[in-house]
């Protein structure tokens, strides 16, 4: 009897563990032992670390794109339709369109997370952001207009993508500021919904005494209630008000609501086993990348590494073998540090952040990286 895999969701993690279990079930997939089907609501892929780029002009939105097929081993079947819920009793998938039914074996969860600016009032009207291609170039072109004023830059949702990201866009916009001639006219806030300027401690260290050579005025505890785009004012949830001339905000983020529809987490994350990676309402069901609700941030590096974890357990269930690979929380990400010096961060469960001093090499190592990043999302790094 095949074996019937499926994936659901085409960014990092369900790219990366598709072509990986391509590559570990080879020979059971020309056989027809087996099957891996990755099922995706768009037929192209995004790198989104890209937009970060985007609104200082140093990138374009498509260099982040590739068509999915293009990346993903021809062994896998790619579907492309939505899922709207998981049956797990019956292990079937219920698709939006056409009312497609997908019937697996073993189940893959790699959805990712979704923005949602509705979530605060007045944030769709008041606040730029760089999480999206349109929002990233929106976002250039309010840039070229700045002239000076107070510019904040306001992380509004947590979790959210890219965690080091709002530090990289503060860092980045300083150096920016001052290349345009207009930093002494420019006034830069970054407020934190937490007691420190990041979600881990040791970025938060690092991050502190940088922020305060380049005169970046921090606000923490800062926990945003809602915006009024009128009269340009944040207010946050103990009463305070800030004044912005320019807002540039983090948007709140969301599990997909199949998750929560299909019984597998109450909050749009899949409540998972941190080692595993099997979620506790069925262990014949995987989550991974944002999907999964862990005590790490979410970002790809993540992701890619629990796609590996994944794929070699289900390659040794598939053979009737215990799966021994466990995933040890490893994360690792490039920090910007302005436009031509980065850091670089790693950390796992059991291990503490680690930063980097920043320099020139790091900078462009992680150019170098994204360059290279096709080649991750292959399966291949």
């Not at 279990?21 to 037929?43: M, P, S």
């Not at 309010?142 to 530090?167: I, K, N």
């Not at 595993?276 to 990348?289: F, H, K, N, W």
Request: overall charge negative; glycine content about 8%; proline content about 5%.
């Amino acid at each position: 009897m095949t074996q019937r895999i499926a994936v659901v969701g085409g960014g990092t993690g369900g790219t990366v563990v598709s072509n990986r279990l391509a590559e570990e079930l080879a020979e059971e997939i020309d056989r027809g032992n087996v099957e891996v089907t990755l099922v995706t609501d768009d037929t192209k892929h995004v790198y989104k670390p890209v937009f970060l780029y985007v609104p200082f002009g140093l990138a374009e939105p498509e260099d982040g794109v590739r068509d999915l097929r293009e990346l993903v081993d021809d062994r896998v079947n790619i579907v492309t339709n939505r899922v709207r819920r998981v049956d797990t009793d019956e292990k079937r998938l219920y698709c939006q369109d056409g009312d497609e039914v997908i019937e697996y074996d073993k189940l893959v969860l790699a959805t990712g997370a979704k923005l949602d600016p509705d979530a605060v009032p007045g944030f769709k009207q008041a606040a730029h952001h760089f999480y999206s291609a349109r929002g990233a170039e929106e976002l250039r072109e309010a840039l070229a207009d700045f002239e000076g004023g107070r510019l904040v830059l306001s992380v509004v949702g947590t979790p959210h993508m890219c965690p080091a990201a709002p530090l990289e866009f503060t860092l980045i916009v300083d150096d920016w500021l001052r290349d345009q001639g207009i930093r002494a006219d420019t006034e830069l806030v970054y407020t934190y919904p937490i007691d420190r300027s990041h979600g881990k401690p040791e970025v938060a260290e690092w991050a502190d005494p940088l922020l305060a050579e380049r005169d970046v005025r921090v606000e923490t505890e800062f926990v945003v209630e809602s915006i009024d785009p009128d009269d340009r004012v944040i207010s946050a949830k103990n009463g305070e008000e800030l004044a912005y001339d320019f807002l540039v905000g983090i948007p709140p983020h969301r599990g997909d609501e199949m998750i929560i529809e299909s019984g597998l987490g109450d909050n749009g994350w899949v409540d998972v086993d941190q080692r595993t990676l099997q979620a506790s309402a069925d262990p014949d069901v995987y989550a991974i990348g944002d999907t999964a609700s862990l005590p790490i941030p979410k970002a790809g590096s993540a992701a890619h590494f629990q796609a590996f974890t994944v794929a070699e357990r289900l390659a040794s269930q598939v053979r009737d073998r215990t799966p021994t690979k466990k995933y040890n929380g490893k994360t690792v990400c490039f920090v910007e540090t302005g436009l031509d010096e980065a850091s670089f961060v790693s950390f796992d469960y059991e291990t503490p952040a680690t930063m980097r001093r920043p320099s020139k090499t790091i900078h462009w190592a992680k150019h170098a990286y994204n360059e290279s990043y096709w080649l991750t999302a292959r399966g291949m790094l």
